[in-house]
């Protein structure tokens, strides 16, 4: 295909470099034939990986059922699928939306207006982390931690301050009698794959317990199973009063969900938030069957199973490369963090028919479908070694 031409009618907001045409367990393929190791997922989303053949049925199964209805109705799936979410976060109520933005402006959205069920004069204000990433919508955008993002579209929501990730003093010094909810990742992956310190969740778990504040924990990249729980927030042994998520959630059909302890979600009633495509049938019968697959082939422990030879294989790099500063996450949520810009090794390992993503401009973000097995690790890391030995580096 001609990228030139491909490229004519949309708004040029990426540097798209080719074109796929289909897809065979992590693989996959150009319009070209050419086979590629996919290692980023569609952006940690396809948690199965490609061509799930009890995915896919799903999806036939129920497009020759029903599609859309609209929320004026109940539909199965989507009642079948707030159990699963539920019972897999620990909260009560769940909101299907089409996106992990618009999970997070509902989040936004439910926490102020909870704040108001309590104090009719709070001024929502909300405390954000530095060099977080929320999504592009303007509300999710005001809560992102980095100004590049945020400027050209600025003024944005209000009421919005900036604390540092893991400074659990700096959090302190924000907060204000019209403080309504604190936001931020359990494990920071645009930002550049920062998890959480346990001290540092721990501690504002009891301090938005001792201030009446809500905790907003977004799962949208980091949960479904990608760092060997089924959220981030499980490895610390706390519970928040909202969460969100998206990505892996439908494996690749467009859907979120932010969802909240009882008392909390009830404070919106109807006419307060709504969507015309969320929670429709299709989007979560595929919620339903990644949850159902998730736990037929053990997909959880089959993270925890791999995680610790993926690291160790990265590790291994990091000994035999000058370049690599340093290798963290959780996980099959791991970074690369790199002396050199990160497009320069993403570039290069696409020519080489590896798929990579960065986090920020120097760190390679790992976050593979979570079926992956030792060979494609191993493969990876063989590119990568090329790749770094050709540059000298």
């Not at 909810?181 to 550049?192: H, V």
């Given at each position: 295909?001609?990228?030139?031409?491909?490229?004519q009618h949309f708004i040029h907001t990426y540097n798209r470099s080719t074109t796929f045409v289909r897809g065979?367990?992590?693989?996959?393929?150009?319009?070209?034939?050419?086979?590629?190791?996919?290692?980023?997922?569609?952006?940690?989303?396809?948690?199965?990986?490609?061509?799930?053949?009890?995915?896919?049925q799903g999806l036939k199964d129920q497009v020759d059922k029903l599609i859309h209805i609209s929320n004026l109705?109940?539909?199965?799936?989507?009642?079948?699928?707030?159990?699963?979410?539920?019972?897999?976060?620990?909260?009560?109520?769940?909101?299907?939306?089409?996106?992990?933005?618009?999970?997070?402006?509902?989040?936004?959205?439910?926490?102020?207006?909870?704040?108001?069920?309590?104090?009719?004069?709070?001024?929502?204000?909300?405390?954000?982390?530095?060099?977080?990433?929320?999504?592009?919508?303007?509300?999710?955008?005001?809560?992102?931690?980095?100004?590049?993002?945020?400027?050209?579209?600025?003024?944005?929501?209000?009421?919005?301050?900036?604390?540092?990730?893991?400074?659990?003093?700096?959090?302190?010094?924000?907060?204000?009698?019209?403080?309504?909810?604190?936001?931020?990742?359990?494990?920071?992956?645009?930002?550049?794959?920062?998890?959480?310190?346990?001290?540092?969740?721990?501690?504002?778990?009891?301090?938005?317990?001792?201030?009446?504040?809500?905790?907003?924990?977004?799962?949208?990249?980091?949960?479904?199973?990608?760092?060997?729980?089924?959220?981030?927030?499980?490895?610390?042994?706390?519970?928040?009063?909202?969460?969100?998520?998206?990505?892996?959630?439908?494996?690749?059909?467009?859907?979120?969900?932010?969802?909240?302890?009882?008392?909390?979600?009830q404070a919106l009633v109807p006419g307060d938030h709504g969507t015309t495509y969320g929670g429709n049938p299709?989007?979560?019968?595929?919620?339903?069957?990644?949850?159902?697959?998730?736990?037929?082939?053990?997909?959880?422990?089959?993270?925890?199973?791999?995680?610790?030879?993926?690291?160790?294989?990265?590790?291994?790099?990091?000994?035999?490369?000058?370049?690599?500063?340093?290798?963290?996450?959780?996980?099959?949520?791991?970074?690369?963090?790199?002396?050199?810009?990160?497009?320069?090794?993403?570039?290069?390992?696409?020519?080489?028919?590896?798929?990579?993503?960065?986090?920020?401009?120097?760190?390679?973000?790992?976050?593979?479908?979570?079926?992956?097995?030792?060979?494609?690790?191993?493969?990876?890391?063989?590119?990568?070694?090329?790749?770094?030995?050709?540059?000298?580096?």
């Open positions: 295909m001609d990228i030139r031409k491909a490229d065979e367990e992590m693989y996959l393929i150009n319009d070209e034939g050419k086979k590629y190791l996919d290692m980023g997922a569609g952006i940690a989303v396809s948690a199965l990986g490609y061509s799930n053949e009890e995915y896919k109705y109940f539909n199965e799936p989507a009642v079948k699928a707030a159990n699963y979410l539920c019972e897999a976060s620990g909260m009560d109520r769940v909101f299907f939306t089409n996106s992990g933005a618009e999970a997070i402006e509902g989040a936004l959205k439910l926490a102020r207006k909870y704040a108001r069920t309590k104090n009719p004069d709070n001024g929502g204000e909300i405390i954000a982390m530095e060099h977080s990433f929320h999504g592009r919508t303007m509300g999710a955008l005001s809560v992102t931690g980095t100004k590049h993002y945020r400027e050209p579209f600025e003024p944005l929501i209000g009421g919005v301050s900036f604390a540092e990730y893991n400074n659990l003093d700096s959090v302190k010094a924000l907060i204000t009698s019209d403080t309504c909810a604190i936001i931020m990742e359990s494990l920071q992956g645009e930002g550049g794959i920062h998890p959480a310190s346990e001290d540092f969740m721990k501690g504002v778990r009891a301090l938005c317990d001792e201030k009446g504040i809500l905790l907003i924990l977004d799962e949208i990249q980091c949960g479904m199973g990608r760092t060997g729980k089924m959220f981030a927030f499980q490895h610390y042994g706390i519970l928040p009063d909202i969460i969100t998520s998206a990505k892996a959630l439908g494996c690749g059909v467009p859907v979120g969900a932010f969802a909240a302890k009882e008392e909390i979600a299709l989007a979560t019968a595929a919620v339903c069957k990644v949850f159902e697959i998730y736990k037929k082939d053990h997909i959880v422990e089959h993270v925890n199973e791999l995680a610790p030879y993926l690291i160790d294989k990265l590790n291994a790099l990091a000994a035999k490369h000058s370049c690599i500063k340093d290798v963290r996450g959780i996980g099959f949520m791991q970074g690369i963090e790199l002396d050199v810009p990160a497009g320069e090794i993403v570039g290069a390992a696409l020519s080489k028919g590896l798929i990579l993503i960065s986090a920020g401009t120097n760190i390679i973000r790992i976050v593979p479908p979570l079926v992956a097995g030792k060979e494609h690790i191993n493969e990876m890391c063989r590119i990568l070694d090329e790749i770094f030995t050709e540059k000298g580096i």
